[in-house]
């Protein structure tokens, strides 16, 4: 067992799973509510990615784990990996230092990782797809690795510089950044409504615009790009209007 961030004031103590019986019995709820997202959001991915950059899926939703070429079925994607790294970069005395750790598990690890997006690919100086350049810097990865990570902060303005700086170690660009602290703190204050809970932070006028006027926003016809907005958008739709986990992949 590990724990998963320091233990002062400002932090709430976090474990990672998998856990023994006896620790699940005896942990706090917010501590089985950490320990159950993160099992669910590797779950997701392992069911998801068959799902990547395709049109919406017609009903009904698959309820099998599928496979893809050269993809183990059941395997997780670098969004897990990411995250993972991310939380574990938590560890560390300041945000600064963090972010330079981030960047040092990444480079030590980029051979375990499949599905690595523009945005991370460039900074470790791997090849980009030219379609996929415009993205580099604005790209979703940074909200995606780092959304968990706000269950860990009692305090929102903590979180801001912590989330600030692990974001901003691939992906340095405004929106990316604002979307990645919108989403942090909808983890971080998961007792209030997703959306009054990303209002609340100081975000670029263009995110806070959409996520006002959400209700006539409508997702792509050919599925969610990479963009770190249109991929918010998406999480707080599929939120606000599922009341199952099946619900949430229809």
């Not at 016809?221 to 991929?231: A, E, Q, R, V």
Request: glycine share 6%.
């Amino acid at each position: 067992m590990r724990k998963w961030v320091r233990s002062d004031d400002h932090f709430c103590y976090m474990s990672v799973i998998p856990v023994a019986p006896s620790y699940w019995e005896r942990a706090s709820s917010l501590e089985q509510r950490t320990m159950l997202a993160l099992l669910a959001y590797a779950a997701g991915d392992a069911y998801g990615f068959q799902c990547e950059f395709i049109a919406r899926i017609k009903p009904p939703a698959p309820i099998t784990i599928g496979t893809k070429l050269g993809w183990p079925a059941g395997d997780v994607s670098d969004d897990t990996l990411l995250t993972r790294l991310s939380i574990l970069a938590l560890a560390a005395q300041t945000p600064m230092q963090a972010q330079a750790d981030f960047i040092g598990s990444l480079q030590s690890n980029v051979n375990k990782l499949r599905g690595l997006g523009p945005t991370t690919r460039s900074v470790l100086g791997l090849p980009v797809k030219e379609r996929e350049l415009p993205q580099v810097g604005s790209s979703n990865g940074g909200m995606m690795r780092t959304a968990i990570c706000g269950i860990a902060f009692s305090d929102p303005t903590l979180r801001r510089v912590w989330i600030t700086a692990l974001t901003e170690a691939t992906h340095s660009q405004t929106p990316a950044r604002d979307c990645a602290l919108a989403l942090a703190a909808a983890y971080g204050e998961f007792d209030r409504p997703i959306r009054s809970a990303i209002l609340a932070q100081e975000l670029d006028q263009r995110i806070r615009e959409r996520i006002e006027n959400l209700d006539s926003w409508i997702p792509p016809h050919d599925g969610i790009s990479n963009d770190s907005l249109d991929t918010l958008s998406a999480v707080v739709q599929v939120v606000e209007s599922s009341k199952s986990v099946l619900d949430t992949r229809r």
